[in-house]
């Protein structure tokens, strides 16, 4: 959100169990429909093909939100 305060597009990408506190956040910070990606969680265990699996996986959310980005 301190990205697009200052003109960057940027979308957040959170696992599933923390989409309240992502959304609490964007509410906290101003920005209540601020846009983030969600992935299945955990992810911390993953190995680096199981990464990569992952950000295949918000891929599209991400591109979708930085597209719809107001200017």
């Given at each position: ?7 960057v597009?940027?979308?957040a ?22 846009p ?22 918000a891929?599209p ?10 200017v």
């Open positions: 959100m301190q990205l697009e305060g200052l003109g597009p940027a979308i990408i959170c696992t599933e169990p923390f989409e309240s506190g992502a959304r609490a956040m964007t509410m906290l910070g101003g920005i209540p429909d601020y983030f990606a969600l992935i299945q969680h955990p992810i911390g265990s993953l190995t680096p093909e199981q990464i990569q699996e992952r950000a295949v996986e891929a959310q991400v591109i979708s939100s930085l597209l719809a980005r107001r």
